[in-house]
């Protein structure tokens, strides 16, 4: 998977969750990252899927997310 | 959005205030959120919020606040022409607030007073009413906002309980010779009356013998059916998904880039989403003041509360460039672009 936007994206998410983009990875659990995790932000987080990459999680499938990496993945339409 | 031009209206004051009770949340909270509480906290943004004893009602505050801007303004009672109060939590049912208000405050018996019922929008929109009326009667005109929704928001309710402050306010608006135009703009989409909404109580849900009872409902809070239901994530997906657009174009509409603005004021709904509104409209956050955390959600009265405790010595002396914007319950949208200052503005005082 090309990942040359990553650090872009990064960033991106890092804006969402309120956290340091510095301290962020793709290996970063985003929940555990967040400055504070709430159902507001994880709903930041699918709208953010939604309308920069078109994809759109199932309740299930977010659950699954763990990791930036693993947003990173659906967001390039890319399961698992 | 719906737009509207009002022209020859002065902000000439604004005061606020709130109960001095105050209650923190931490410690209000520990046992609905255990654990969970400073996250609780972080996520609404509000660590403390005003609420009234029990006998303190909004019209109280609001009045409080109107003789304090009175005694700091250059009028007479007298020479007040009309008095709009914006409340969803008046002292009756009938008679209105505004009417009592005129009387309390000491006004003429020739003045024209009217209730707006309206939440988190309503203070824009008693801007434009106010600065209609006031054109209108060629006379100046008492804008109240007050809540007091802490008596109709469940302790037990997880989506609400950390959330609602209560306060009156008043603001002053005179007809002036100003060509300055207030550029207002709304939005109204009542297919979404319901996730912001006091079910029982009023025509459609008569007040009945179960009003008064606590029950568990299928989104798992413990309310009253006469307490607010609030679906948070219905809100905010409405508001994330219409506000920024909104705010644009009626910044495009008027020729006004975000980087012009001076000032953000936003209704003070939770801080998070407020945060998310700025990011997008791309308006850097130290322009929008905040007062949640102190003050809490007090629906209408927000953006006074807000001007009168972070911008106080701000609007004393001169003009800023400013995009006003409350949304909520309705669902409902309101916004402004004006100037706001020069003004008179006591501040936020207590009560008692």
């Given at each position: 998977m090309d990942k040359t936007n990553a650090p872009q994206f990064i960033n991106e998410i890092a804006d969402i969750i309120e956290a340091d983009p510095q301290a962020l990875?793709?290996?970063?659990?985003f929940r555990e990252s967040a400055d504070f995790w709430s159902s507001l932000v994880g709903f930041a987080l699918l709208t953010f899927l939604e309308d920069q990459y078109g994809q759109v999680l199932s309740v299930d499938e977010f659950i699954e997310c763990k990791t930036v990496g693993d947003l990173y993945a659906r967001a390039h339409g890319k399961g698992e | 959005m719906r737009f509207s031009s009002v022209k020859?209206?002065?902000?000439s004051g604004v005061c606020a205030c709130v109960p001095a009770n105050a209650v923190d949340n931490m410690t209000s909270g520990a046992e609905l959120f255990g654990e969970d509480i400073e996250n609780a906290v972080k996520a609404t943004g509000v660590r403390t919020r005003r609420v009234c004893t029990p006998g303190t009602t909004a019209l109280d505050l609001s009045v409080t606040a109107a003789k304090k801007l009175l005694e700091n303004y250059?009028?007479?009672?007298?020479d007040i022409g009309g008095v709009l109060f914006v409340t969803?939590?008046?002292?009756?049912?009938?008679?209105?607030n505004a009417s009592r208000a005129a009387h309390l405050l000491g006004l003429s018996t020739a003045c024209a007073a009217t209730d707006a019922s309206l939440a988190c929008s309503g203070y824009v929109y008693g801007l434009w009413l106010g600065a209609l009326m006031a054109r209108s009667i060629e006379a100046p005109l008492l804008l109240l906002a007050g809540e007091n929704h802490s008596y109709s928001t469940?302790?037990?309710d997880r989506s609400t309980a950390l959330l609602f402050g209560d306060a009156g306010t008043a603001t002053l608006l005179t007809p002036s010779a100003s060509e300055e135009e207030w550029r207002f703009g709304f939005l109204t989409d009542g297919?979404?009356?319901?996730?912001?909404?006091?079910?029982?109580?009023?025509?459609r849900h008569p007040f009945n013998e179960r009003s008064l009872e606590y029950e568990t409902w299928p989104d798992g809070g413990v309310r009253r059916p006469i307490d607010i239901r609030m679906d948070g994530m219905a809100v905010f997906n409405f508001v994330v998904r219409n506000v920024p657009g909104c705010l644009s174009s009626l910044m495009e509409r008027n020729g006004v880039?975000?980087?012009?603005?001076?000032l953000l004021l936003l209704?003070?709904?939770?801080l998070y989403m407020m945060k998310q509104v700025a990011k997008k409209l791309k308006i850097?956050?130290?322009?929008m003041p905040v007062s949640l955390d102190r003050y809490g959600n007090s629906s209408s009265a927000t953006i006074p509360v807000t001007i009168c405790s972070e911008l106080q010595k701000n609007v004393a002396d001169k003009p800023h460039r400013a995009l006003v914007s409350g949304f909520g319950a309705g669902l409902s949208i309101s916004a402004v672009l004006m100037n706001l200052g020069p003004c008179v503005c006591p501040g936020v005082i207590e009560y008692p």
């Open positions: 990875s793709l290996e970063s659990d | 020859g209206v002065n902000f250059p009028i007479s009672p007298s969803q939590t008046p002292d009756h049912d009938m008679p209105n469940s302790p037990y297919s979404q009356y319901d996730v912001l909404i006091v079910p029982e109580g009023r025509a880039a975000p980087e012009e603005l001076d209704h003070q709904a939770n850097p956050l130290d322009k």
